[in-house]
């Protein structure tokens, strides 16, 4: 059975995490250049293009 309770607990340590995510994200964009940062995303956004999709 479906434990209402635990999901709600669930559901907001999960936001909380997500936020301290995009606090932690965004001092690193802030401390890296973007040149570093940037290639960073364009290697992992590559990674996920297959030449199926080209």
């Not at 434990?3 to 606090?23: C, G, H, M, T, W």
């Not at 890296?32 to 030449?51: F, G, R």
């Amino acid at each position: 059975m479906i434990d209402i309770k635990e999901l709600k607990e669930q559901k907001i340590k999960n936001f909380e995490e997500r936020l301290k995510f995009i606090d932690l994200w965004c001092d690193y964009i802030k401390k890296t250049p973007n040149k570093v940062w940037s290639s960073q995303q364009a290697e992992i956004i590559n990674s996920q293009i297959t030449k199926d999709m080209i």
